[in-house]
T-cell receptor
Framework: QKEVEQDPGPLSVPEGAIVSLNCTYS??????FMWYRQYSRKGPELLMY????GNKEDGRFTAQVDKSSKYISLFIRDSQPSDSATYLC?????????????FGAGTRLFVKA | ETGVTQTPRHLVMGMTNKKSLKCEQH?????MYWYKQSAKKPLELMFV???????ENNSVPSRFSPECPNSSHLFLHLHTLQPEDSALYLC?????????????FGDGTRLSIL
């Protein structure tokens, strides 16, 4: 079983829709959770960074962590064509020598105008 | 200039060539990373440097040789690569290696091996 599972998509939605992107994980030691956005021909860009369970909101983006279910989500409200990208989840756990970060494979999102 | 800069953006090389990838970060971070990104696969961590010392090498073949002359610069020297090494190579930096701070990425070098 992979440490982090993420549906590769693609996910296609109309402009203005609410988008839900998800990752599940198996290691209960993960404490820090991140979402990155990666446009074509670009590197991953940090979108959200959260610690432990709960919600964090930033503009149209909401990150949600449910540690009891080992499940994290990224919600995008009022989605725009400019949101079309690949979204990577990532999470960190304390490991020998410090923290270790594991990435999901990414979900490809298309927002149609 | 801000952020993490990688050069070249694209590189095509034969299996017998020797080339180098360069990364520079302007964030004042102390840790730098090399990742390999292949289609539909998670990022594969290759090397981690903290204050110019290599702290992690994830069983990477010796045809990849990293170099970190100072905390702002990171190189990946390539020689006798294989076709399966074609991928996007990403450099990242963070405040500290092994810390809980998030990593910041460059735009990568798209490498194609003929």
């Amino acid at each position: 079983q992979k440490e982090v599972e993420q549906d590769p998509g693609p996910l296609s939605v109309p402009e203005g829709a609410i988008v839900s992107l998800n990752c599940t994980y198996s290691n209960s030691a993960f404490q820090y959770f991140m979402w990155y956005r990666q446009y074509s021909r670009k590197g991953p860009e940090l979108l959200m960074y959260t610690y432990s369970s709960g919600n964090k909101e930033d503009g149209r983006f909401t990150a949600q962590v449910d540690k009891s279910s080992k499940y994290i989500s990224l919600f995008i409200r009022d989605s725009q064509p400019s949101d079309s990208a690949t979204y990577l989840c990532a999470m960190s756990a304390r490991s020998t020598g410090g923290f270790k970060t594991i990435f999901g494979a990414g979900t490809r999102l298309f927002v149609k105008a | 200039e801000t952020g993490v800069t990688q050069t070249p953006r694209h590189l095509v090389m034969g299996m017998t060539n020797k080339k180098s990838l360069k990364c520079e970060q302007h964030l004042g971070h102390n840790a730098m990373y090399w990742y390999k990104q292949s289609a539909k696969k998670p990022l594969e961590l290759m090397f981690v440097y903290s204050l110019e010392e290599r702290v992690e090498n994830n069983s990477v073949p010796s045809r990849f040789s990293p170099e970190c002359p100072n905390s702002s610069h990171l190189f990946l020297h390539l020689h006798t690569l294989q076709p399966e090494d074609s991928a996007l190579y990403l450099c990242a930096s963070s405040q500290a290696a092994g810390g809980n701070q998030p990593q910041h990425f460059g735009d990568g070098t798209r490498l194609s091996i003929l």
